[in-house]
């Protein structure tokens, strides 16, 4: 079988394309810390949330008993989008890189690799034990 043709891995591999992408973004905004008029960058967040709807009309849902719910419960709006704030820090460089931001965009950048790799190996075993192999 091959998992790279499953939607899910799909979406896994575009995440994991993005921040490796992101993280090398972030490390050029490291290394050009001192250099005179840079300006820091970032990439857009993947709107995931899209990629799925355009392969949602691949997975057809079946209702097979009156009992089962017939749509999904809303996501609580809790969570907003992060604004990228304007630094209040010059340096006599006058650009704008904030060494402790970038380190915390990287620390976080790497617990999403780390959540999509588990999320990765975890599904890969999933299906391993459905078709009845444990190597």
Not at 92 to 111: R, W
Request: charged fraction near 25%.
């Amino acid at each position: 079988m091959d998992y790279s043709k499953l939607t899910l891995f799909k979406m896994m591999g575009a995440k994991v394309g993005y921040l490796s992408e992101r993280q090398d973004t972030l490390s050029r905004n490291i290394a050009n810390l001192d250099t005179p008029g840079y300006k820091a960058r970032d990439l857009r967040e993947l709107d995931f949330n899209n990629m799925a709807a355009l392969h949602s009309n691949k997975l057809k849902m079946r209702m097979t008993s009156s009992l089962h719910t017939t749509g999904t419960p809303k996501m609580p709006d809790d969570f907003s989008d992060e604004k990228t704030r304007k630094t209040y820090e010059t340096t006599p460089v006058e650009n704008n890189v904030v060494l402790e931001e970038q380190m915390a965009k990287i620390a976080e950048t790497n617990m999403q690799f780390m959540e999509v790799t588990n999320l990765y190996k975890k599904t890969g075993a999933l299906f391993k034990t459905a078709i009845g192999t444990r190597n």
